[in-house]
């Protein structure tokens, strides 16, 4: 904070904010006067003008100014006070819940009032209730503001008048003092206001532009203008945060021919030429002295396990340690198995390391990385508790990112800083992200793409089945069975309700049982102890078992070549990239594979359009435009793969076409107005990102 930044002051500073009042900002994150002016309305009320008692209609939020004719507390039902307005055309009932005896005679007969609220039904015509009022000396008094009210968003404790009260302060005391800083330009090509005309017309709308209801929501310049400064500033901090972790050490990996070859010809298959490619990517960057920091997308099955594990490769040739990350246990452990058998031929230890590893072993396993006998560590972000500690952290490998926030991704670069030096990050992701958004989110990263599988892989065939059809369907698992071949069995439930979702794919599993007593049959879900799904895992593996029935704990990374059917229950109930990502189960041998999504009838418009989406396409990129295009960025990103990406006014399904200038307008900041940057982050991300560590 630089104190002698007028807008930097604290908001302690105006009058009438006291210790408590600022600590309750605070959990605005408002701290300074900067943040006041920055803190802006989610809505408008219009009491610029008066509106006739006789012409208000339920549902709209009305100023009204009138007599009181009668005042009376009821007790009948809920105790309350009711005061009755007439102003000539009409009358409306007032109905307070709370009151003081004092309202009762401040409320008296030939009183004249005005009144704020929402207008609604009541038992004797229209009725506001606990309106906001205030009692008039005369008839004449005027009432109207001239500009709509600004309401902004509060928290406990917290009222809207003195907040009102502390932003008008601040906008009086300080506005003047903010400086624009898009270039005026920018301004004329898009016709935006400057800065402070822009602020001031949100604070402090006039009602002839614009009502109430609509300002938000159209395209207002001054709404758009502070949406794209702060969609820029938002992009310009990962730019920063990518710039200064170039600015970082990091130990060059090179490695000789003998040792290449020889881990090509330890794995089973010959590597796509995708996957060279981006090979050859993560070896460019690793042979330089500033940190990799690369994204590698690539649907799924495309195969970036092995890649990564080349990139480990790398970073042991040169004696250094590797840290691969997964979202879940199930998944890690399958890493665990495919690097353990990549490096069989080399003398690394790999081990294996999640929260469920506890007591003398854990000890034994976080001393093996301590005094690095432990090459190579696989495990899920138990790997970054703090008691972890490495000798020469060298790699750290993030599986399936979407499930990890930017923040998280740069406290995780912390973890690996010794001596000086920076380990080098490698982030891999099925979901593809559209280009605009990936800005957003990912432009502290290079991108590589895998965009072809594995040789000889089928597309998926997938069918759209009412329930109705179920008999059949489970007919089929039981002929597919009798060919040798595996099948899952999926039951979907809304994400939050994870004990709902093991408890109807334990029913299935019972009805599955009952209807098919000739197939084995197995149940694997997210409530299940670690070591008991791995059980069951390696079982289906093994071909021990027929049919696995599961919860969408198998989304990620599973692999079993034999198992060729998927039945999805309900998909309509989950996102398409989900359910692509899910369906990637299947496919990934050489035969034929299905997918079969049985959804509960009568199927909406839509999601009958978005079914047949997944049906006639297997590509992971275009599903994702698609589901883009249905669904809104905002959706689609949600808050699971923003992290703790937050706007203030910008809205990304509201504002996606703002997003196509961003990085030209940033990239001419970045290189000819440096002074920009920071201030810029800071008025909009406010000071609790802490870049200078990265
Ligand atoms: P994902 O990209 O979804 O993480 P995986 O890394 O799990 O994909 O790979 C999917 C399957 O494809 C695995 O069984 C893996 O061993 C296999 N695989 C990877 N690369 C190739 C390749 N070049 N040729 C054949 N099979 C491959
Ligand atoms: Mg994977």
Redesign the pocket.
Do not use: H
């Given at each position: 904070m630089d104190r002698n930044d007028p807008l930097d002051q604290s908001v302690a500073s105006l009058g009438g904010i006291g210790k408590q009042t600022a600590n309750k900002l605070e959990k605005l994150g408002i701290r300074t006067c900067q943040d006041l002016i920055f803190h802006l309305p989610h809505r408008y009320e219009d009491r610029t003008r008066i509106q006739a008692i006789g012409a208000i209609k339920p549902g709209m939020t009305a100023l009204i100014k009138g007599k009181v004719e009668l005042t009376d507390t009821l007790l009948r039902g809920r105790k309350s006070l009711i005061c009755r307005i007439g102003d000539g055309t009409g009358f409306i009932n007032l109905r307070f819940f709370h009151f003081s005896a004092a309202q009762l005679t401040q409320l008296s007969p030939g009183t004249y009032i005005s009144c704020f609220a929402e207008v609604r039904h009541g038992y004797a015509g229209l009725e506001m209730i606990h309106p906001d009022y205030k009692i008039l000396s005369n008839p004449e008094q005027s009432i109207t503001e001239d500009t709509l009210t600004p309401v902004y968003p509060l928290t406990e404790g917290l009222s809207q008048s003195l907040l009102r009260k502390a932003i008008k302060q601040a906008l009086n005391l300080h506005l003047k003092n903010l400086t624009d800083w898009l270039p005026e330009s920018l301004l004329q090509r898009f016709n935006y206001p400057t800065l402070i005309q822009a602020i001031n017309f949100l604070h402090a709308p006039s009602s002839e532009q614009m009502t109430a209801e609509t300002l938000l929501q159209n395209d207002n310049p001054a709404r758009k203008r502070l949406a794209f400064e702060e969609l820029l500033s938002h992009h310009l901090s990962l730019r920063v945060v990518r710039e200064q972790a170039r600015e970082q050490l990091a130990p060059p990996f090179s490695i000789d021919e003998t040792t290449r070859r020889h881990f090509l010809k330890s794995?089973?298959?010959?590597?796509?030429g995708a996957?060279q490619r981006v090979i050859a990517e993560i070896e460019a960057d690793c042979s330089r002295q500033q940190p990799m920091l690369r994204l590698v997308q690539?649907?799924?099955?495309?195969?970036?396990?092995?890649?990564s594990a080349y990139a480990a490769l790398l970073a042991l040739a040169a004696g250094y340690q590797v840290a691969v990350m997964a979202p879940t246990e199930l998944l890690a452990e399958?890493h665990f198995r495919?690097f353990t058998a990549w490096f069989d031929r080399f003398q690394t230890q790999i081990i294996f390391l999640t929260g469920q590893i506890k007591g003398n072993t854990r000890k034994t396993t976080l001393e093996t990385l301590e005094d690095g006998s432990a090459g190579i560590v696989i495990g899920t972000h138990a790997l970054f508790q703090e008691s972890v500690t490495f000798k020469k952290l060298g790699l750290i490998v993030i599986?399936e990112q979407h499930r990890f926030g930017v923040h998280q991704r740069m406290a995780l670069r912390d973890k690996g800083r010794n001596a000086g030096i920076r380990p080098h990050q490698l982030v891999?992701t099925?979901t593809p992200i559209p280009r605009t958004l990936a800005m957003l989110q990912y432009s502290d990263l290079d991108i590589s793409i895998?965009d072809e599988l594995?040789?000889?892989r089928k597309p998926i065939v997938t069918s759209v089945i009412p329930s109705e059809r179920r008999e059949e369907v489970i007919a089929r698992i039981g002929h597919w069975v009798a060919q040798k071949r595996q099948a899952y069995w999926v039951c979907t439930l809304i994400e939050e309700s994870e004990a709902l979702q093991c408890e109807a794919a334990e029913k299935t599993a019972e009805l599955l049982t009952q209807v098919l007593p000739d197939i084995r049959i197995a149940l694997v879900h997210g409530r299940m102890k670690a070591a008991d799904k791995d059980a069951v895992m390696q079982d289906f593996k093994n071909h021990q078992i027929d049919l696995l029935v599961a919860t969408t704990v198998i989304e990620v990374?599973v692999?079993v070549?034999n198992a060729g059917l998927m039945i999805i229950e309900n998909p309509e109930r989950l996102g398409l990239s989900q359910l692509h990502q899910l369906r990637?189960r299947v496919g990934?041998g050489k035969d034929d594979s299905y997918c079969l999504l049985l959804y509960q009838s009568p199927l909406s418009d839509t999601a009958r359009h978005r079914l047949g989406i997944l049906r006639d396409s297997n590509d992971g990129f275009v599903i994702a435009e698609k589901d883009l295009e249905l669904r809104g960025p905002g959706e689609v990103m949600g808050t699971r793969q923003t992290g703790q990406m937050q706007f203030k006014i910008a809205d990304l399904d509201r504002d996606t076409d703002l997003l196509d200038n961003i990085p030209t307008i940033a990239e001419s900041l970045l290189h000819h107005s440096t002074d920009a940057v920071q201030p810029l982050i800071k008025r909009w991300l406010g000071e609790t990102v802490n870049y200078a560590e990265v």
């Open positions: 794995l089973p298959f010959q590597l796509t996957q690539g649907d799924v099955g495309s195969g970036k396990t092995v890649v399958q495919n599986d891999m099925a895998i594995p040789p000889g990374g692999d070549p990637g990934r």
